[in-house]
């Protein structure tokens, strides 16, 4: 973990909740996290909670430079109108070209990770995430990009997510953690967590404590999403946000503290 304390807001709330029936946003089964946000000093997260490897640890740090481009574009470009103003705009030959090509681009130090996906996020969204465009929202997760069993979890690659602007986006992030909840509930070693574990564990009275961490455009976060339940918000966001992901195992430090 750095020094330096990064420039970023973190908040707490001790619970979540059901989504509730009929909610066309939300897949059945969802939850989300419940209750009042508290501002926390950044120094009481739980940056280390599922372990102390750097594949086991939370950054939150500055996008690299070569993003800078894709993040003038954008600060200089997205349009003051509506929705149909931002749809066009997204789909425009010149926004293609400047954002939505980074996969084709040498991005140093980048390169030695795996590029996801960049994806535009309307403000006020308590979670972000879907299994695919146009679907329901998820609610808090775990992601399973490596496929990694319980005794090998620790191994599997961190996420790299950029916030490229124009509005803020917050990562949320829960304890205990994917192995901590998956034996709470009896599973063996070779168990592979899931998204449902988390649920059966709520379900069965098991309480998750849910981290809020906002992060300004040209701010972004490295962290083990298969290890930590979690989701994005633009809950306070007053615009929309473009954020794109990478997989990689990137030592701590690798980039500076936001």
Known sequence: MHATVPNVTACIADSVRWVANGDERYEAGAIVPDGEWIKIDFLDLPLTGAGTLDSETIEFVRAPAGLNEAREYIRDSFPTGGSAQIKGWWSSDDTVQSVRQLDRRELSPLSDGDFLTISIEAPGQLTTSRRSP?????????????????RTRSESRRRLAVNLGPGS????FASPTACQICRSLGRTDDHLPHT?????????????RCYSVVLEPGQAYVAPTELLV????TLDARLPSIVAFWLGRWPVGFLEPA
Do not use: C, Y
């Not at 329901?136 to 997760?141: F, Q």
């Open 169 to 172: 986006r917050a990562l949320l």
């Open 196 to 208: 449902t574990d988390v649920r059966e564990f709520v379900a069965n009275g098991g309480p998750l």
């Open 134 to 150: 146009g679907s329901k929202r998820i609610g808090l997760h775990l992601d399973n990009w490596d496929q990694m069993p319980m």
């Open 230 to 233: 979690h989701d994005g918000s």
